[in-house]
């Protein structure tokens, strides 16, 4: 079975500073791996995806994830954080065997950024 | 990417009764997904709607409490039935890109605020 763990419920970071959200995953296989964002009352956004190539992924807004298969981490970073970026976090995997197109998602992590 | 209209966007119910969710979608998808994400916590597949075919659910969903429509590749109704008080949920529904896309990710509904008193 795939899982998921975002081992932090809430991040805080002041505004500018580099902000690193957490990841880890377990799936049988290589992963296809998802980062999303939900920001009050609405839907998830999808940000950025790693499938197979460079480990470090570009996505939205900024944001950028690294892809470390010998510690199945897959941690979304941003240089600069803003006060907009203040959301929920979430991360999630598909496995290529075996899951189907099912996703996995963690449990959220809440992105509090303040002036 | 996919746009995906759902409907109702929140409603207050009774216990007891049941409401019907819709979801559109601006071009035609294979498979279709609906999440529910209970408050604070994430999302969990309820089930996987496929045109032509009986949905497919996971462990803990049923189609009496849940029962789903697909009648075409742009639409999906999801049915809350007999709900009660646990039911108060966001419901999503989501699409992973066009008919013979397999790119992974996928595209979320605004979601579906259903508050049961």
């Known amino acids: 079975a795939q899982s998921v763990a975002q081992p932090e419920d809430q991040v805080n970071v002041a505004e500018g500073n580099p902000l690193t959200v957490k990841c880890t995953y377990s799936?049988?296989?290589?992963?296809?791996l998802f980062w999303y964002v939900q920001y009050p009352n609405r839907g998830l956004q999808f940000l950025l995806k790693?499938?197979?190539?460079?480990?470090l992924v570009k996505g939205s807004y900024g944001f950028e994830a690294e892809f470390n298969k010998s510690q199945t981490s897959f941690h979304l970073k941003k240089p600069s954080a803003l006060v907009s970026d203040s959301a929920l976090y979430f991360c999630a995997v598909r496995g290529l065997t075996g899951g189907g197109n099912k996703l996995t998602f963690g449990t959220g992590t809440q992105l509090k950024v303040e002036l | 990417s996919a746009v995906i209209s759902q409907k109702p966007s929140r409603d207050i119910c009774q216990r007891g009764t049941s409401l019907t969710i819709q979801c559109q979608v601006d071009s035609q998808v294979t498979m279709m997904f609906w999440y529910r994400q209970q408050p604070g916590q994430s999302l969990t597949l309820i089930a996987t709607?496929?045109?032509?075919?009986?949905?497919?659910?996971e462990s803990g969903f049923v189609i009496d409490k849940f029962p789903i429509s697909r009648p075409n590749l742009t639409f999906s109704t999801l049915t809350v039935s007999n709900m009660s008080p646990e039911d108060s949920s966001i419901y999503l529904c989501s699409v992973n890109g066009g008919a013979g896309s397999n790119t992974g990710e996928l595209f979320f509904g605004e979601g579906s605020r259903l508050t049961v008193l």
């Open positions: 790693y499938i197979t190539g460079d480990n």
């Open positions: 709607a496929n045109q032509g075919s009986e949905a497919t659910y």
């Open positions: 799936v049988s296989g290589n992963p296809y």
